[in-house]
């Protein structure tokens, strides 16, 4: 039936983001370790978008924190929003799983 597709989709589409995540979060630190604020800007906007999109409302906010400091070039403030965007990933990482061991129970 239509509800249990759409179920499988978006099982599907958060499996997806959480595999996703780390490697999101580790662009940033790279694109941030190498000094480009352009590509940090634009990992932290993709990651607010599709944060914001799933209900990971903490986590869109860390991203935009952090793409904002990126688009003002201003690096030295952006180590602790990152470290803030990682933690709030991680705990998406984990309601994700939450969420995936009850459905399969």
Known sequence: DLLEQDHGFVQELLADFSVDLPQRTAAMRAALTA???????MAAHALKGSAAALG?????????????VAEEGRLDAAPDLLDRVVTEAERVVEAIGELRLRDAA
């Not at 000094?35 to 800007?41: P, T, V």
């Not at 990971?56 to 904002?68: C, G, P, Q, T, W």
């Open 56 to 68: 990971a409302h903490d986590l869109s906010a860390a991203a935009a924190a952090l793409e904002a």
């Open 35 to 41: 000094g480009d604020d352009a590509g940090l800007r």
